[in-house]
């Protein structure tokens, strides 16, 4: 059974940078997938951040672009986001999922982690 | 980027109604498209993935249909713990896109 779990700071001052880490138990994170995290809030709703694959390739959402990265340690297992210059803007659940792909193609997000609230506070 | 927009926003129905929730995508995403059922507190779990692929594990009163910029979600038989919010996300293009979500409640 594939777990996540995210961990990280759950408050971070306006200005600095959001750092949350994703353990994936049951599978390996050099395995055929995407590694992604996604962000909810009650006005914007779900907002895809970004991806990343073993190889290290990735892929941003251009609204966030400038300020995420995204990246993997294969001896740990996981794989982290780095959002900088956040501001109350960015308070929200943060969850990290696995990118699972069909034979044609299709993506969809399986499993996700439990989730992790981050607060953008002074 | 493909805005996704789901009717109704929410929904009032009665166990062992059947519903429906739709969600039009505003371009073409072949069947990129993916639903997902989220409980309060809760992350949200995948039912149907490439629109009619029910998930294993899913029960098969779920289903899916539709193609290019329409898409429904079908409950057959509504059960006490279907109560929760649904979303529909597609997958066809970066950056992955999401519905406002559609909360159904017990009437």
């Known amino acids: 059974q594939v777990q996540l779990q995210e961990s990280g700071p759950g408050l971070v001052k306006p200005s600095g940078t959001l750092s949350l880490t994703c353990d994936v138990s049951?599978?390996?994170?050099?395995?055929?997938?995407?590694w992604s995290w996604v962000r909810q809030t009650p006005g914007k709703g779900l907002e895809w951040i970004g991806e990343?694959?073993?190889?290290?390739?990735?892929n941003y959402n251009p609204s966030l672009r400038s300020r995420v990265t995204i990246s993997i340690d294969k001896s740990k297992n996981q794989f982290s986001l780095k959002l900088t210059s956040v501001t109350a803007a960015d308070t929200a659940v943060y969850y990290c999922?696995?990118?699972?792909?069909?034979?044609?193609?299709?993506?969809?997000?399986?499993?996700w982690g439990q989730g992790a609230l981050v607060t953008v506070s002074s | 980027d493909i805005q996704m927009t789901q009717s109704p926003s929410s929904l009032s129905a009665s166990v062992g109604d059947r519903v429906s929730i739709t969600c039009r995508a505003s371009?073409?995403?072949?069947?990129?498209l993916n639903w997902y059922q989220q409980q309060e507190g809760k992350a949200p779990k995948v039912l149907i993935y490439?629109?009619?692929g029910l998930q294993s594990g899913v029960p098969s009163r779920f289903s899916g249909s539709g193609s290019g910029t329409d898409f429904t979600l079908t409950i057959s038989s509504l059960q006490p713990e279907d109560f929760s919010t649904y979303f529909c996300?597609?997958?066809?293009?970066?950056?992955?896109?999401f519905g406002q979500g559609t909360k159904l409640e017990i009437k």
């Open positions: 999922a696995r990118v699972v792909t069909s034979s044609w193609n299709v993506g969809w997000f399986d499993p």
């Open positions: 049951g599978d390996s994170i050099s395995s055929s997938n995407w």
């Open positions: 990343m694959y073993h190889s290290g390739s990735t």
């Open positions: 371009q073409s995403i072949s069947t990129y």
């Open positions: 490439a629109a009619s």
């Open positions: 996300q597609q997958s066809y293009s970066i950056p992955y896109t």
